[in-house]
């Protein structure tokens, strides 16, 4: 039964998934940040991602404020639950997002904002993918309002995911290099991506067997009769789209490595949504319980209808201007 | 030991603070640039495009600093304050929404085109980039002031079972009493702020090389028509706006003013201690009469002071007397400082009036300080409330242990203190290149450091006297 609550879950979802996958290969520059040594390749990949990556972390305050607007319970729940992985999280971007623009102003030698980007990339991917994790694990719920304590995000789980989202994130940087550079550079991408694949894919599978132990109601969902036939299709897809990257790495190609990454996320992100679903604020709190009133998400909904796809349009121009291989001359001020 | 809620205010305060300084300065800028490259466009003259490349590096960094602020600020309100969160979403969610899909979009979208696409789009794209940029600016001011002023005037909702504020009638939530008000005097805030870098830096080079500098006259003269515009508009606008508190949120007012009894003919306070206390105002140096003239536009005009609303239910004078009287202050200089400068023009004067450039020069920060007095004045005029007479602040608060929010704060304060210095020290490091030389000098930055700016400013100041 389609209702609007469904369609903000929907939207929210998409939202969510955009910002993963947008704001995740260029936080992934930064995770790989420390293999590129030259000074020119740095200046490459940052030029790369320079003129978008302020689009890319739009889509998170989409999410965020997509949560509050349609389900404002969740977001009120969510968000003091997840208080210190959030807050890191937060000053991580701080410190990556100005470094694009103060890595050119400084003039020393050991630039203090490349260690800067690397630093903030990293601890806001990790303390994305805690929070991701925490989340997964449950909420505890008492009333209106979070009933936990304030370590309750912190769990061998929640840091696992941690980890592998850096892993992830840093695959997809990595092929996005492949995409967009050339020579040397490349063939070093190549390499770091076959790294972080397999490491990325082996996270995917521990995250896969570990989730459902954490909760009764995942474990039904993959593991019992018929749940199992709508759910068994996303590991398929994933050995089938990991020989493919793989394959494409192998070949050299230039776009197939960064799209099948791109395709292991959705996968991935997809069974993230079959464990938790119906669910906003797991265990407890479903989409309905949490939702605006109507009236709140019609009225938004009409905005979303009438902007996301101008939004779409001219993000996609903007890469359309930006596209093929970066050079270096391109990005002066 | 302090409070959870004291420290969640004060994290509050403070990142919003260190916020409204860069989009204060960044919806006045993004339009200056709009207009260098409309100008360059129609008359093709070199200065124009100096200017705005000059300006945009700027931009960028203001930028930036604005956007990675500017998240922190979406994520305050569920962490510190969830509750408000959960009782406001359904009718101040939809807005901020709309704010995000309207103008943040907008804005990061054609950021990059703006940025590093002039070679890339060709001049008439280009242009459209910019001028993109300058209307997200300009949208992001109208939502989130919408939201701001519906705290203050809340209307058009009805209060459902769980406590929650439901909209019943978007036009009037949008459209609530105060936001008209609020934009104007905001947006034309911002503006002023911006004229009053673009003219400090003018005269700075001006003072500095003393010879025909047509690029730094050029930001001079087109600054202090801004200013000489807009500054007497403000005092206008602000004071449309201050009849509009007093109507809805006369408490503030009397804090305001310094008002703590009720009186006709009430007179306007000049200067005093006000002491909340004691509920009066010390030594009291006041107009007869001018107060009532003043905000009821009669000499017998009642005005109710704050002795009139139960202690718990009263904004501290102590603290919006002052940043009122600050903002005010500020607001009158900026009005002189305009017609000085039409009064030159007409002498022929203005470039080659040595003090006068050194005023100019010296009031580069005087926007940002009466943008944050300002803002000072209504929040903390809102208290105790966070939506007007409904909600209250000790009410809003999210059930958080002082521990984390005191640690988070910290961490805010030193991050904040780190990135935003470094952020200034680049722009000022900017400032210091001749904008006449700037193309000469385009990716080699100036040897000295931000620093040298002040020593040199101060230098120019022995000197004078």
Known sequence: MISIELIWAVILA????????????????GIIYPFLTKKVDRD????????????????????????????????????????????????????????????????????????????????????????????????????????????????????????????????????????????????????????????????????SVWTPLLNPEYFIKWFSWPFMLYALPVPLLVFLTSITLFYALKKQHNIKPFLMTVFLFLLSFIGFLISIFPHIVPPSIDIWGAASPEKSLKFLLVGVVIFLPVILIYTSYTYWVFRGKVKLDDFQH | MIDAIDLARFQFAFVVSFHIIFPAFTIGLAFYLAVLEGLWLWKKEQRYLDLFKYWLKIFAVAFAMGVVSGIVMSYQF???????????GPVLGPLMGYEILSAFFL??????????????????LHFFATLMVAFGTFFSAFWI??????????????????????????????????FPYRLIHMLMAAYLTTAFVVVSVGAFHLLKTNTSNTNSKTMISMGLWMIACIAPLQLIAGDFHGLNTLEYQPAKVAAMEGHYESKKGAPLILFGIPNDEEGRIDYEVS??????????????????????????????????FWSFRLMVGIGLLMIAIGF??????????????????????????????????????????????????????????????????????????????????????????????????????????????????????????????
Not at chain 1, 22 to 27: A, E, K, T
Not at chain 2, 78 to 88: A, E, H, I, P, R
Not at chain 2, 147 to 176: C, K, R, Y
Request: aromatic share 14%; hydrophobic share 50%.
């Open chain 1, 44 to 207: 490459m990949a940052m030029n790369s991602v320079a003129p978008i990556w302020d689009g890319n972390e739009t889509w998170l305050i989409l999410g965020g404020g997509g949560l509050f607007a349609a389900f404002p319970l969740a977001y009120s729940i969510i968000l003091p639950a997840l208080y210190a992985p959030l807050t890191a999280m937060l000053i991580g971007l701080i410190l990556r997002g100005v470094a694009f623009e103060f890595r050119w102003k400084s003039k020393s030698k050991k630039n203090i904002w490349d260690q800067a980007f690397i630093l903030g990339s990293i601890i806001a991917t990790l303390m994305q993918g805690i929070a991701l994790g925490a989340f997964i694990q449950g909420i505890d719920v008492e009333g209106r309002a979070y009933a936990g304590g304030w370590w309750d995000w912190l769990s061998p789980f929640s840091v696992f995911v941690g980890f592998s989202l850096i892993s992830g994130y840093a695959l997809l940087g990595s092929t996005w290099l492949i995409m967009k550079t050339e020579g040397d550079l490349k063939q070093l991408a190549i390499k770091l991506s076959k790294k972080f694949a397999t490491i990325m894919l082996f996270a995917i599978f521990i995250v």
């Open chain 2, 340 to 465: 000085a400068s039409l009064w030159m023009r007409v002498k022929g004067i203005l470039y080659s009036c040595r003090w006068y450039c050194r005023v100019l020069m010296f009031s580069g920060p005087i926007g940002f300080v009466a943008v944050i007095a300002g803002w000072v004045t209504t929040e903390v005029g809102r208290q105790p409330y966070t939506v007007y007479g409904l909600l209250k602040t000790v009410d809003s608060v999210a059930p958080i242990d002082a521990l984390a929010v005191g640690l988070s704060l910290i961490t805010f304060i030193i991050t904040y203190f780190i990135i935003f210095g470094s952020g200034v020290f680049y722009i000022f490091k900017q400032f210091q290149i001749d904008p006449d030389q700037n193309e000469k000098f385009n990716n080699v930055l100036a040897e000295r450091g931000g620093i040298s700016y002040i020593v040199n400013a101060l230098g120019r100041v022995k000197k004078t006297f």
């Open chain 2, 78 to 88: 569920g962490t510190n304050w969830s509750v408000f969160s959960d009782k406001t």
């Open chain 2, 107 to 124: 804005e990061a979208g054609f950021l990059g085109i703006m940025l590093f696409g002039l070679n890339k789009v060709g001049k008439k």
């Open chain 1, 14 to 29: 998409f939202a969510i998934f955009a910002y993963i996958v947008l704001d995740g290969f260029d936080l992934g520059i």
């Open chain 2, 287 to 320: 107009i007869p009469k001018l107060g009532s003239l003043i905000l009821t536009h009669s000499l017998d005009g009642e005005i109710r002071g704050l002795n009139e609303w139960p202690r718990d239910e009263r904004p501290p004078a102590e603290i919006i």
């Open chain 2, 145 to 178: 002031l919408s939201v701001n002023s519906w705290m203050h005037t809340p209307t058009g909702f009805d209060i459902n079972a769980t406590g929650q504020f439901i909209p019943l009638d978007w036009f009037e939530i949008i459209f609530n009493p105060s």
